[in-house]
């Protein structure tokens, strides 16, 4: 009895000692130190090849692999010469092209797509958002160029209005836009792109009324109670009067073609008599006043509204026996200007009645 005991002792001993020697292989704890061993990443799944076989317009491509055969269009873009109706009135529209323009800019595409696509190998990215039963994709010569990015780039594809299309498309819409290439090439003068109307009028600054000085008079005396003696007031003092006067543009500026930025200035420039001295209006001689400029960003296909205001000048007129004698500077006329590019857009040139100001003298 007793050597089964120590049999079944020896045999625990041994159990025991084997369990800890397996434990001391491994850390419980190790799966906390690699999460991510339990899910081994999936494996790498190489991009399809497809063979383009035609190019059967600028944005529609003829292509197959492994036995299947599928016509896929280019994604967020439209190509003139290969757009259908409402295409061709989108691409006018924010464009500003002529029919013929389009065209020219379709054929051109559609050489430059088949020049880079014959015989090669494409990766095609489906759009997710693409009509469904059509086969619309970003399509990518195989390690190479983006076909779609290419003509936006070359100004011969415009975006979509509504499209998902990477941020690069839209830089490269936004230089060919400003370098004016291909379809964002503008067909009007620069004269001809913008209308401009303008209101311009004649405004008095408004000014607090002065306070008059208190009159001062003698101190009474008791017999003044009866007979005051007499006020003493100046029969010189001279009637005057001011005005400060200054030139108002309401300015409302219209810009056409392809959506292009435009930096604008509008210069008003008052037109000034004046004297240094002082005398009767016939007086007053032309004398140069400074214009006021205003910049204005503006682009094709936008209207904007502006306000520009010149400095003030200043009309004095003195009442001296019965003649009105005048000092300072009298606004007459003003010269509105609209620059883009140093070149004049626009120019008006206007007068003012004198007796506008004369009114406002008090």
């Not at 899910?39 to 799944?45: D, E």
């Not at 830089?171 to 090439?185: H, K, M, N, S, V």
């Not at 904007?304 to 004698?325: F, G, H, K, P, W």
Request: aromatic fraction near 6%; include cysteine; glycine fraction near 6%.
């Amino acid at each position: 009895m007793k050597q089964r005991q120590r049999g079944a002792r020896a045999a625990a001993a041994v159990a025991l000692a084997l369990l800890a020697w397996l434990c001391s292989a491994c850390d419980p704890l190790s799966f906390l130190d690699t999460p991510t061993a339990a899910k081994p990443k999936p494996p790498h799944t190489p991009a399809r090849v497809w063979d383009c076989h035609a190019v059967l317009a600028a944005d529609t491509f003829l292509c197959s692999a492994d036995r299947r055969i599928v016509t896929v269009r280019l994604a967020h873009v439209l190509v003139p010469g290969a757009a259908d109706e409402a295409g061709l009135r989108a691409l006018a529209q924010r464009t500003m092209a002529s029919r013929e323009q389009l065209a020219a800019c379709g054929q051109r595409a559609n050489d430059l797509v088949t020049t880079m696509l014959a015989g090669q190998q494409l990766v095609l990215e489906p759009d997710p958002y693409a009509t469904p039963g059509m086969v619309t994709a970003r399509v990518k010569l195989y390690g190479g160029i983006d076909v779609g990015q290419r003509l936006v780039q070359e100004g011969l594809a415009m975006l979509v209005a509504v499209s998902n299309a990477p941020a690069a498309y839209r830089d490269d819409e936004l230089r060919a836009i400003e370098t004016e290439r291909g379809i964002w090439q503008p067909v009007l003068s620069a004269d001809q792109r913008f209308t401009v109307a303008a209101q311009v009028s004649l405004q008095r600054v408004g000014r607090p009324v002065a306070e008059e000085p208190a009159l001062a008079l003698p101190p009474l005396h008791a017999r003044d109670l009866v007979q005051p003696p007499p006020l003493n007031f100046d029969d010189t003092e001279e009637e005057s009067g001011n005005a400060a006067m200054y030139c108002h543009a309401a300015v409302t500026i219209s810009a056409a073609g392809p959506p292009k930025e435009h930096e604008l200035i509008i210069s008003l420039q008052p037109l000034v008599k004046g004297t240094d001295l002082s005398g009767p209006l016939e007086s007053f001689e032309r004398m140069e006043a400074p214009a006021t400029e205003q910049s204005l960003t503006l682009r094709g296909g936008e209207t904007a509204r502006t306000d520009v205001a010149t400095e003030s000048q200043e009309l004095y007129r003195v009442m001296r026996a019965n003649r009105e004698i005048y000092s300072g500077y009298l606004i007459d006329g003003y010269v509105l200007r609209v620059y883009c590019e140093g070149a004049i857009i626009y120019s008006s040139r206007d007068t003012f009645d004198p007796a506008r100001t004369l009114a406002e003298l008090r």
